[in-house]
């Protein structure tokens, strides 16, 4: 059986928030954001948007574009940092916004590698023959777990939320091949921190350790598909800064032209960076089906993960 995305739906609040923004409270610029971290722009929710809102209104399109009903779904994985509760968890708060029953629902933490995890969970529920239709989220509101006397963080993190339905695919198509690991031993780099509940890191040890790791894992994804790197039509890294999305695209030998940037437009959106990469590839023509597309990130754990997968239905 081969799995893949049956229905994709990706959604971003309607607040822009702009680099200018940080330089009345800051000691920042707009050019500096933007030379350091390719950031223009990102998007905050509401405050009273909350994280399976935004999961809500991503999932309403993958259900469409899957051409099923919301209670053919059985099973809802959700890749968040930023729960509204310890618990429930948000996927249980979106089975009842959706409406589709008592079916079986979690959250997956990762961090910003979840909606990799969650992917995979979901092909293996699949392959199982147990399940049929099971909704994966990137979901996360950043902004409420975002210091903002930081800096260094200050200025990255944006909302957002992407949507999938992971279900069987046409022979050839789906998810070809994963890599997924972790490292605890880089725990203390990059962590929510109790006493205040905001985001910590330590940004030169979390580049150094993303700048190799991305390019690891994805070449490791991309020959367990018995693939090469030339074979890949669409790179989308998880957009957590421009400078470390360039140097995993040129250790991977990938053209320019082939890997998707929408740091610009969204900042740093954890779990929901790459779906939102790809909707915005989606709608400019830039995704076909039987597209080879190489998905990677890295996150806090610290976390990473890999899928390379054939685009269609």
Same mark, same amino acid.
């Not at 210091?147 to 022979?171: P, Q, W």
């Not at 031993?185 to 985001?199: D, F, Q, T």
């Given at each position: ?210 700048? &190799? +790791? $991305?390019?690891? /894992? ?13 074979? @890949? !039509?669409? =790179? ?6 421009? &400078? +470390? $999305?360039?140097? /995993? ?13 929408? @740091? !610009?437009? =969204? ?11 790809? /909707? ?13 597309? @190489? ?19």
């Amino acid at each position: 059986m081969d799995v893949g995305i049956k229905g994709f739906g990706a959604y971003a609040p309607k607040n822009v928030v702009d680099n200018t923004y940080f330089e009345s409270f800051l000691e920042t610029s707009d050019e500096w954001i933007s030379q350091m971290t390719g950031i223009k722009e990102r998007r905050w929710a509401d405050e009273d948007e909350e994280t399976s809102d935004l999961a809500y209104q991503a999932s309403l399109k993958a259900i469409e574009d899957a051409h099923i009903e919301a209670t053919d779904i059985d099973m809802i994985i959700v890749a968040t940092s930023t729960g509204e509760f310890p618990f429930p968890t948000v996927a249980n708060l979106l089975q009842e916004k959706l409406g589709v029953g008592t079916v079986a629902s979690m959250d997956q933490l990762a961090a910003c590698s979840g909606f990799m995890y969650a992917m995979i969970n979901a092909k293996q529920f699949v392959q199982s023959g147990d399940y049929k239709n099971i909704l994966v989220v990137g979901v996360d509101k950043l902004s409420k777990i975002t210091d903002f006397t930081d800096r260094s963080t200050a200025i990255l993190f944006g909302d957002g939320a992407g949507a999938v339905v992971i279900g069987e695919v046409s022979k050839g198509r789906g998810i070809l091949s994963y890599e997924l690991g972790s490292d605890g031993s880089g725990a203390k780099h990059l962590y929510l921190n109790p006493e205040n509940g905001k985001i910590f890191m330590n940004g030169r040890e979390v580049f150094k350790f993303a700048v &190799r +790791i $991305m390019g690891e /894992a994805s070449n490791n994804a991309i020959a367990k598909a018995n693939l090469k790197p030339e074979d @890949v !039509d669409m =790179f989308v890294p998880h957009q957590a800064n421009i &400078r +470390i $999305m360039e140097s /995993a695209r040129e250790r991977l030998g990938i053209p320019k032209e082939k890997m998707s940037v929408s @740091v !610009d437009k =969204f900042g740093n959106t954890s779990a929901a960076s790459i779906p939102l990469s790809i /909707a915005q590839e989606l709608e400019n023509g830039k995704i076909k089906d039987d597209d080879v597309l @190489v998905l990677v990130g890295f996150g806090g754990g610290l976390t990473w993960g890999a899928v390379t997968l054939k685009w269609g239905k």
